[in-house]
């Protein structure tokens, strides 16, 4: 169960949870989809489909399994409760939804019916406390006090709640909550405007919190914006919908990167291909260029090495109209590509020196957001990576070290490069300066809970094998299996 719940899957926590060796036979799918208001062809979509997005429908769920709250990735601030579920519900019995608890510590739970299904929607207590507000036009569950109905005044909107509550709530204030409120309301009779420019915003504060909070809290909080995009893209006049979509795109694409950090790479390849869809629809070419880009990145971590080549190279046509600093990306993936192919190492610098020359002529007030994480110390890294891959693993020491001792990357990048520096001094020859960078970048991969640079580290120590008597080798192999 703990291994599904790190999968951040909910549909593999409900197949645990059926299967569980506790039960005296394993829990059939319509009894559960039964108590959880669900068919059991829904269930069996979810349990075997891409993972779940609406976190409204994710905390019922949880709840109604009893799933200790501490367990959960989409966790309330502040919330210490533990639900209790039927120990053993029988396919035979009479299953009924246990009743939904409405308060959490410093929070509160609001259960609200929309479109004939329970949203639980935290706000929180201070909020309840203060606000003297209207009643609430959805229809509020047996359990929500009359002081939850005055509260939930500004969040009545049907698209507000069906899709951005759980998500987004949690960390918006009342004034706030009342803008966006009236944004959702008023969509159908503008052209784009404040709520493309509120999912922007909350996308773009994903992004910023990715690096020092992982994809473990981030991932959720993308997944929810993502879900009331697509929902609420289907109610708006054209040019709205392609606006919405293009800021769509960016987010799935966001995912997927956050779903290759976990190593999952099918969720991966299932939001590239949506970014990719809604960038179509959208009519927006970079976008669609840069998804390649990043497809050919993924390519990397399965070593497909001719992949990210020609990946790289469709990338780079003209067609796509790429800004210069992903021009610049493309060109230096491109070089990473050749390396992996074996070509010689006068065609890889050719291509780096390419990618340089693009990304210092850029012109300083580019307007474009796209890949604006690549910089000079990015490409630093990248093309230490590249070294790496063309069997020249000093000048990748070296330049490693010169981007970590920078300062300027984040915690779990700092974690990741710092395992690929590892990586370049043990095919160096330095088994213990190797195993002690090895030992600091695992402490963070498990905090970050960053699946892609334990993978990394899993090659480390492959490539230490004839050093495994060493302490200091040993010590890092006792690390890595802690974490």
Sequence with gaps: ???????WHFGKVLYAYRTHPHHERPISQGAVANWLGL????LSRIENGPAPQDLGKLMSWAHSLGVP???LWFKLRGSESQFAAPANPREDSDLQRPEQPSQTQ??????????GQTVFVPIDASTLATSGLGSLSAIPADSTTSAEHE?????HRRTLLSGIAAAALPGLGLEELRRVASALDD????QGGPIVDYFRTQLDHAKRDDGSLGPKKTLPVVLGLLGAIEQHARNVKPRARREL???GADGAEFAGWLYRDIHQPGQAGFWYNRAMEWAQEADDASMQGYVLLKKSQMAYDDRDALRVLTLAQAARHERWQLPPRVHAEVTQQEALGLAMTGEPLDAVRQKLDESRSLLTNMPSDDPNPLGAYFAEDTLMLRNAVTYTEAGKPSMAVELFGEAISAGTLSRRDTGFF????AAAVALCGEPDEAAQLGRASAEVAHTMKSERTMRVLGEVLHTLDRWSSRPAVRDFREALRAS
């Design 1 to 7: 169960m703990s291994e599904a719940l790190e999968s």
């Design 39 to 42: 068919t059991q062809a829904q």
């Design 69 to 71: 709250a501490d367990l």
């Design 106 to 115: 410093g929070s509160t739970l609001l259960p609200v019916v929309v479109d």
């Design 151 to 155: 509260a939930m005044s500004p969040l």
């Design 187 to 190: 969509s159908r009779r503008y």
């Design 245 to 247: 979509l293009s800021v």
């Design 418 to 421: 710092t395992a690929r520096r």
